[in-house]
């Protein structure tokens, strides 16, 4: 019955003539309730693929933040993972690969020297980007970038916090003004995050 209510749209009169021969039927299969998806949720399996998804996100945007160059292979460091963490990283570990562009995916004591730690959880992974990038680079550049949004950010300040400016702006012109500020601000402590993964 379900899959005849499923093709009735595309193949109405077939699917119809179907119904009515079929079996004893009362009432047109176009006046049939539409079937309603009552599978039963794997809740494991939904918080492993979230979990999947999210270490990739983490790989990825680090991989984007830091410059690794798109063709390096890297590999993850699993630092001291829990039995559940290892079970995914052992089942996932094909994937994880594939998906976040690594060499390999490994456990560890601790993080490795020149590493960028993510955390996932209350677990941490760690990627060694020592030789991949050049981190006094990275960190020169991330400090110039968190200056010029300290700058800017203390511009839109001192004009929100300027008396005449409110009273005589229009209040769209205030509120896009004060989205601006929060939008730096949120830029900037994302970098300020940034930079503080590459200590120094």
Do not use: C, Y
Request: proline share 6%; glycine share 8%; hydrophobic share 40%.
């Amino acid at each position: 019955d379900q899959i005849l209510k499923l093709l009735h749209p595309f193949m109405p009169f077939v699917t119809e003539e179907l119904w009515q021969r079929t079996a004893k039927r009362d009432g047109l299969l176009m006046l049939s309730p539409w079937p309603s998806a009552q599978a039963p949720r794997d809740e494991m399996a939904i918080a492993d693929t979230e979990w999947l998804i999210g270490l990739i996100g983490a790989i990825r945007s680090v991989r984007a933040e830091m410059n690794v160059p798109a063709g390096a292979q890297i590999p993850v460091v699993a630092v001291n993972p829990d039995p559940e963490t290892a079970g995914r990283l052992d089942r996932f570990g094909e994937q994880l690969t594939r998906l976040a562009r690594l060499s390999s995916v490994e456990t560890g004591a601790a993080a490795p020297d020149g590493s960028v730690q993510i955390v996932l959880g209350d677990q941490v992974m760690a990627l060694p980007l020592k030789g991949i990038i050049d981190f006094d680079a990275e960190r020169a550049r991330i400090d110039k970038e968190i200056k010029k949004s300290d700058a800017e950010i203390g511009k839109l300040e001192a004009k929100l916090s300027n008396e005449g400016f409110l009273a005589k702006a229009p209040e769209d012109v205030v509120e896009e003004q004060r989205e601006r500020l929060s939008g730096l601000v949120t830029s900037r402590d994302r970098l300020q995050e940034i930079r503080a993964r590459l200590g120094g």
